[in-house]
């Protein structure tokens, strides 16, 4: 997400800490948006922490997307009115209404919502037109700044890059990962089979192209098998996430400054496209529309050996409930690396000030609470994603999954697509582009032209 982060339309989160879901969250997605995450209903839904009686009528309301991790806020709000007074409402807005709601509210100068966790992409727009509050000085005195990881407060609060200038705290951190089928990497039948083909033991792999030979190896189209599920989809930010960080790993880039041309379509950035479009042969029929959603039904159901999610979302893969068959025997690696180095999309969201509030105390009052180092923990153990080092250091913390661990091997490689207010036109074009790739109805070549050209003319239109 972007989760998702990254948010879409498909379904959302939860897990734990930035470092640094179960983000996660794009594209995304996310770990960025999803269509899963919400029930597609046309209105938020609203819970409302009752004040003390000494608290008086004081009142905030945040906007989130409707999923796991919303809910699990609603909990953790709860002794926040308890200790201050202060009853908060935690509108949850479905998934696929979430952007357009916070963009009608920005045009509107409207003050329905006090704080916004929005997704890192939106964090360009909300401060160079103003939607969102400069917490910068504010931060210096209110907030466990040392305790945050620097990733997670570069990427989630600080615009423009480099600047220091925040307009946002972590609140749900995200990233891709991989979910694995441990039963058949350890069986000695296939140990042995991979061994004698690929003359190297059979192991998670550590590089993309290890990954390209377990996905070729596992792949049975004749007993509905197949090596692996990736992120595809023209959805939201699908394809865009997964192929970034084969991008950033093969030593491509998405733009040098305000130059796209020759850079996103570069012939490193023709190698990786390539290598990412072959590795569909090793994917479920169908796979140019899978998103993280997919991805969870595809090892859910037994068709793949290993699976790309958001960690947001890895929470379903252990549930028993939901992975009736293979919970027991998921495992869980990072993102490989590639020639270049290893980077893991960035997803997840951060929480801003809107400008509109007319509760702007409160609600930095509300900020500065969840920062705190032991709200985090209580945030951690409902199944938030945290981004206070301290708390991710901790035996709870990383014993707290099978996946918490990798997660946090994670956050040091995360890196975000562009989150200039032009990102939403910059992901459209990669978005259909890359897909077309993917789905064989234009070459990556031409993929890569095209997006080169689209993004040059919107860069130089926004002279940025």
């Not at 922490?49 to 999923?67: F, P, Q, V």
């Not at 806020?73 to 209404?97: C, R």
């Not at 192209?209 to 959805?235: I, W």
């Not at 990102?423 to 990669?430: G, K, N």
Request: proline residues 5%; charged residues 20%.
């Amino acid at each position: 997400m972007t989760s998702m982060r990254r948010t879409p339309t498909a379904s959302l989160l939860v897990a734990f800490l930035f470092l640094v879901a179960a983000f996660v969250l794009a594209g995304c997605p996310a770990g960025k948006s999803g269509d899963e995450a919400g029930s597609g209903a046309a209105g938020p839904t609203t819970s409302t922490s009752a004040g003390k009686a000494d608290g008086g009528d004081k009142k905030i309301t945040i906007a989130w997307a409707e999923w796991e991790p919303a809910k699990q806020l609603e909990k953790l709000t709860q002794d926040f009115t308890t200790e201050t007074g202060i009853a908060v409402e935690v509108q949850q807005i479905p998934w696929s209404n979430f952007e357009t709601e916070i963009k009608k509210t920005w045009s509107a100068q409207g003050d329905t919502y006090d704080l916004i966790i929005g997704d890192s992409q939106w964090l360009g727009k909300g401060a160079t037109a103003g939607h969102y509050v400069d917490l910068t000085e504010w931060a210096k005195t209110n907030l466990p700044i040392a305790d945050i990881a620097p990733a997670a407060l570069k990427n989630y609060g600080e615009y423009p890059a480099g600047s220091g200038k925040l307009y946002a705290v972590p609140c749900m951190s995200d990233a891709t990962g991989f979910a694995y089928r441990k039963d058949l990497f350890n069986d000695p039948k296939e140990k042995a089979a991979f061994q004698a083909k690929y003359g190297r033991p059979l192991a998670t792999p550590k590089t993309w192209e290890e990954f390209r030979q377990v996905a070729e190896f596992f792949t049975r189209p004749d007993k509905g098998l197949y090596g692996t599920a990736l992120f595809f989809s023209k959805e939201y930010d699908g394809a865009t996430m997964g192929f970034d960080q084969i991008l950033w790993s093969y030593g491509g880039k998405l733009s040098e400054g305000n130059k796209a041309q020759g850079v996103i379509n570069s012939p490193v950035a023709l190698k990786a496209l390539q290598f990412y479009v072959d590795l569909k042969k090793y994917t479920p029929p169908g796979s140019e529309n899978d998103y993280f959603s997919q991805c969870l039904t595809h090892f859910q159901e037994g068709k793949v050996a290993m699976a790309e999610n958001w960690f947001a979302f890895m929470p379903d893969l252990v549930n028993k409930e939901k992975n009736k068959k293979y919970a027991d025997v998921t495992g869980f690696f990072p993102v490989p690396a590639g020639p270049a180095g290893q980077f893991a999309s960035l997803g997840g969201q951060g929480l801003s000030l809107s400008a509109y509030s007319k509760n702007q105390d409160a609600a930095k009052q509300f900020i500065a609470w969840f920062s705190k180092e032991e709200n985090q923990k209580k945030w951690a153990a409902l199944g938030g994603l945290t981004a206070n080092t301290k708390v991710a250091a901790t035996p709870e913390f990383k014993s707290a999954s099978p996946y918490n661990e990798v997660f946090t091997q994670t956050v040091p490689h995360l890196k975000d697509f562009y989150n200039n207010p032009e990102y939403s036109e910059l992901m459209q074009s990669t978005q259909k582009h890359l897909n077309e790739a993917v789905a064989g109805t234009t070459t990556p070549k031409a993929a890569l032209d095209a997006i080169a050209q689209e993004h040059q003319t919107i860069l130089d239109g926004a002279g940025s």
